[in-house]
């Protein structure tokens, strides 16, 4: 069974829209970070949450972090072509000292 | 900082033969490296830990004897697919950690192709 589970799997857009993507447990984790990744690459860190209700903004990227740690959101304003990619959040599970990835979220903008 | 690379980017091999993923943490000194699976389209799934100078943690579902994992130094795992068939064929993600499990640094990947 997966633990984190993302939606949309797949979302496609025009540039200057803006999204959501959503990250969804049952489990509690210890911190829940956001990557993305391009064909061929590996995952790029964009942030780390670690509070429950905690927000973080990076430009036109916004995280929040549930009150309950089982979930989380990442917001994209003004969407551009260059936000392109696959974003997979990850939580921690510091009991088993690893961290869990999500379903995933492929985002297309398009000009 | 925090530089992870792998080597080789990309691979083709025979089936039944065996091959070799070196993952490398170029500026810092890796206790911890986790080894990843990921199939095209999909998400990053969690094959095995690695602490250095003990043998791997293996995730359920995972051949041991087939995937081996060896972190002879801070800076150095490798991954061996022995015996390497068609459904091995697979994009292999290491990262490398020096502390907190959520302070990974991931390398670009090695893309492997069993013909």
């Known amino acids: 069974t997966q633990l984190l589970e993302q939606s949309p799997q797949f979302l496609s857009i025009q540039e200057g829209e803006n999204l959501t993507v959503y990250c969804n447990s049952s489990?509690?984790?210890?911190?829940l970070q956001w990557y993305r990744q391009e064909p061929g690459e590996g995952p790029v860190l964009l942030v780390t949450?670690?509070?429950?209700?905690e927000v973080k903004k990076l430009k036109r990227l916004t995280f929040q972090f549930g009150d309950a740690r089982k979930d989380s959101s990442l917001h994209i304003t003004a969407a551009q072509p260059g936000d392109t990619g696959l974003y997979l959040c990850?939580?921690?599970?510091?009991?088993?000292?690893?961290?869990?990835f999500g379903t995933g979220t492929r985002l297309l903008v398009s000009p | 900082g925090a530089v992870v690379s792998q080597h080789p980017s990309w691979v083709i091999c025979k089936s039944g033969t065996s091959v070799k993923i070196e993952c490398r943490s170029l500026?810092?000194?890796?206790?911890?490296m986790f080894w990843y699976r990921q199939f095209p389209k999909q998400s990053l799934m969690l094959m095995a830990t690695?602490?250095?100078?003990?043998?791997?943690?293996?995730e359920q579902g995972v051949e041991k004897d087939k995937f081996l994992i060896n972190h002879a130094s801070l800076t150095l795992s490798t991954l061996t697919v022995t015996s390497a068939h068609p459904e091995d064929s697979s994009f292999y993600i290491c990262?490398?950690?020096?502390?907190?499990?959520?302070?990974?640094?991931f390398g670009p990947g090695t893309r492997l192709t069993v013909t």
């Open positions: 690695s602490n250095e100078g003990s043998k791997a943690t293996y």
């Open positions: 990850a939580g921690e599970l510091t009991r088993f000292q690893k961290l869990v």
């Open positions: 949450v670690v509070t429950g209700g």
């Open positions: 500026d810092f000194q890796a206790t911890t």
């Open positions: 489990s509690v984790f210890s911190s």
């Open positions: 990262s490398a950690s020096a502390g907190a499990i959520y302070e990974q640094y």
